[in-house]
């Protein structure tokens, strides 16, 4: 048989507190198969490397690419796959959808050493509409002449946050 035992620290401080939801659903707390302790919110703080009362939020959603030739995925996470629209034009596809169009995405690339470029870019394809299953990215250069263009690029990183 199954036993709960609840136990206080030597001071006798300290308050453990179960409280029902504000809802007539059921619910079941699973402990795991395994002695330890249970995640506590400054063990998971600790565990990001943070710090103080500001909350964490986690990537929902990360990719590294060749945005070069055959695309191809070198590590992800919830990224399904990558879809090559054209020159410089990806779409990043989510395994699971992100709850509403209100994340933000940031990125990195690498280029090619090409002395002619002065910069290189990653933005948002403000051609596709943002979607919660997918970003359109479009990656590209600035020239030392001041020309613009879009280019494939051999690394693209991207990152999605919500």
């Avoid at 300290?14 to 659903?25: C, D, E």
């Avoid at 063990?43 to 909350?55: D, E, H, I, K, W």
């Avoid at 989510?94 to 002619?116: I, K, V």
Wanted: charged share 10%.
């Amino acid at each position: 048989m199954s036993k709960i035992a609840l136990s206080g620290n030597a001071s006798g401080t300290g308050t453990l507190t179960i409280a029902a939801p504000n809802t007539s659903t059921d619910r079941t707390l699973t402990l795991p198969d395994s002695s330890g302790t249970m995640a506590t919110a400054e063990s998971t703080l600790a565990q990001f490397n943070a710090s103080g009362s500001a909350p964490v939020y986690a990537a929902r959603a990360w990719v590294n690419f060749n945005g070069q030739g055959t695309v191809a995925i070198r590590g992800s996470g919830n990224v399904s796959s990558i879809t090559d629209n054209g020159s410089g034009l990806y779409t990043v596809n989510l395994t699971t959808a992100m709850p509403d169009t209100n994340y933000a995405m940031t990125g990195f690339l690498r280029r090619d050493n090409d002395s002619s470029t002065a910069a290189a870019y990653l933005t948002a394809n403000a051609t596709q509409t943002k979607s919660t299953s997918a970003v359109a990215v479009r990656t590209g250069y600035v020239d030392n002449g001041g020309s613009v263009g879009t280019a494939d690029m051999p690394e693209i990183d991207i990152a999605i946050f919500r």
